[in-house]
């Protein structure tokens, strides 16, 4: 399959079709570690991740991309049930919509020599937003990259791909700085020291399905889904405390159905309600629950799946095989890698995880034998997913080219039989560490890889293209090359915004993009190309007709 080509055909969007195509996007928070400076506060080192790539960026591979993020429209308290959290009872975790603060101590530990090629625009960057139209900032502790909107889930792997490449850029530059001690980040999702940080997804549904209609049919799938896309873990519980393997690195910190936190009490379903789009119009569903992938086929099932099952319910034909205990089930299919485990149901009814799935695929299926057929990338899932589920219910270590948790049991079980190893060596748990190292020459994934004995979606020209292009088929085009294009020009940005400071306006002009299927290759290539200067730009964009206008 060959994605990031032509823009999305619009037929497969509509949400009248079945389909798995719709806007999407993922986040990622890199695990980060200095080994000569076990005690660096992570915030620092998360600093300097974004400095590098903005130095990286200034040297030449680029045009610095927007030096402050627009928090105008964050609310991150809006819950979807209805109401707002207040903020004096929220976590300080869950406050997105201000900017992070370093102290003058910390801006000194991160400013020059990082920025070796002339004065960023503040002291410390802790916001870039890309000129692929992604966000690379810090959260909390630890380097976050965002992807751009895509509207399917195989676009989807190829702008995350995009972001290990970002990361892997600001790593290897921090390693060459003379008096910075190197970064090593990693694309999992726990320190197995109590600490877990986050991967998500997202996804735009129409605002007028109702949300406890979306959590209820969603709930059993996200519980049985790890064992698609699980990446694997050494270790038991949250404090490690049991030796063994499972299937997934964040089962086991989840402890609610349903919240509006994602750092503490995570919930299996996340409550946000901050749609980045038409509010009236769109929901943003923020997933929190899923593991991050190296491997593209759990990763492209992983989105598919999701979007396929969203797609149900929008024409309101999702199964709902409700779980009697969801959180304890969660953990229980997480701590069986043989699959056998049966998770009791509301209706009396024990099956597997494989069986719960497969009720999904099932009416994945019916659906779409429903309307005729699907579209090529939907009907490939589909194909997949339905692979997938009868390999593992066969020998589960045959799908070790395809899924993360498989691959990495397989290498942990050939050092356990060569070296007699339990599950309690420390050894079993550097493996695993190493399993999700960016650096391809470390990486135990990134070598599989290069021996054909994991499965690749995108090759690595694509990988690099989408590092410095954004998908032609969202918004995120616009957001991409007025940054580009206009560097000097865009002081700030956001999903839904750029911000313009032009030398003829007094004032700044703040440029709405709340559809995120407006401001596409095919409505704006043609403005960008004519416009000789970003005045020139905003003029010809807002005397345009309302109805032909980009965002």
């Not at 694997?232 to 405390?241: E, H, K, P, S």
Request: proline share 7%.
């Amino acid at each position: 399959m060959t994605p990031a080509g032509p823009p999305t055909d619009p037929s497969v969007l509509d949400p009248e079709r079945f389909s798995a195509h719709r806007v999407m996007g993922t986040e990622t928070e890199y695990g980060i570690i200095a080994p000569s400076i076990p005690d660096a506060n992570a915030t620092i080192l998360s600093s300097q991740v974004v400095n590098a790539y903005a130095a990286t960026l200034r040297e030449g591979l680029g045009n610095l991309a927007g030096t402050r993020w627009d928090y105008t429209d964050e609310a991150p308290l809006a819950d979807a049930r209805g109401w707002h959290q207040a903020r004096h009872s929220a976590d300080p975790s869950q406050l997105t919509d201000t900017p992070p603060v370093l102290t003058a101590e910390q801006v000194a530990m991160v400013d020059p020599p990082l920025d070796d090629v002339g004065p960023l625009d503040s002291a410390v960057l802790m916001n870039l937003v890309l000129n692929n139209g992604a966000r690379l900032y810090v959260d909390h502790a630890h380097p976050e990259y965002s992807s751009p909107e895509v509207t399917n889930p195989l676009d989807a792997v190829l702008w995350d791909r995009a972001g290990d490449a970002v990361a892997l850029t600001a790593m290897r530059r921090i390693a060459a700085t003379p008096g910075f001690a190197p970064v090593h980040l990693y694309k999992n999702n726990t320190d197995n020291k109590s600490v877990s940080y986050g991967s998500h997804e997202n996804y735009l549904v129409p605002r007028s399905v109702p949300f406890h209609h979306l959590a209820a049919v969603l709930i059993p799938f996200f519980v049985t889904r790890q064992t698609l896309c699980g990446s694997g873990r050494v270790g038991i519980g949250a404090f490690n405390q049991a030796p063994g393997f499972q299937l997934s690195q964040r089962a086991d910190f989840f402890e609610n159905e349903i919240g509006l936190e994602t750092t503490v009490r995570r919930p299996i379903i996340n409550t946000r309600d901050e749609p980045h789009a038409v509010a009236e119009k769109y929901r943003r569903l923020h997933v929190i629950i899923g593991d991050a992938n190296l491997s593209e086929t759990s990763n492209y099932l992983k989105m598919g799946t999701t979007s396929l099952v969203l797609s149900l319910i929008d024409r309101q034909n999702a199964p709902v095989p409700e779980i009697h205990d969801p959180v304890r089930e969660l953990q229980a299919v997480s701590h069986d890698p043989t699959l056998k485990h049966r998770v009791r149901l509301v209706d009396g009814r024990s099956v597997t995880a494989l069986d719960v799935q497969e009720m999904y695929l099932d009416a994945c299926l019916r659906e779409s034998d429903r309307q005729g057929g699907t579209d090529p990338q939907s009907a490939d899932l589909l194909h997949r997913w339905g692979s997938l589920i009868d390999v593992l219910r066969g020998n589960p270590l045959d799908a070790a080219g395809q899924l993360d948790w498989v691959a990495k049991l397989k290498v942990l079980e050939a050092y356990r039989s060569r070296d007699g190893m339990a599950w309690d060596d420390p050894r079993l748990a550097l493996v695993d560490l190493q399993y999700s190292d960016l650096r391809p020459e470390k990486s135990i994934y990134h070598r599989l890889s290069a021996r054909g004995d994991i499965d690749r979606l995108v090759n690595d020209e694509q990988v690099s293209a989408a590092v410095s292009n954004p998908p032609e088929d969202t918004r995120a085009y616009f957001r991409g090359h007025c940054i580009s294009s206009f560097p000097r020009e865009v002081v700030g940005a956001s999903w839904d915004s750029i911000i313009f400071e032009l030398p003829s306006q007094r004032r700044l002009q703040r440029i709405q993009t709340r559809e995120p299927l407006r401001g596409t290759a095919a409505l704006t290539r043609e403005l960008f190309a004519a416009s000789a200067d970003a005045e020139e730009f905003v003029s010809r964009l807002l005397s345009r007709p309302q109805s032909n206008m980009a965002p």
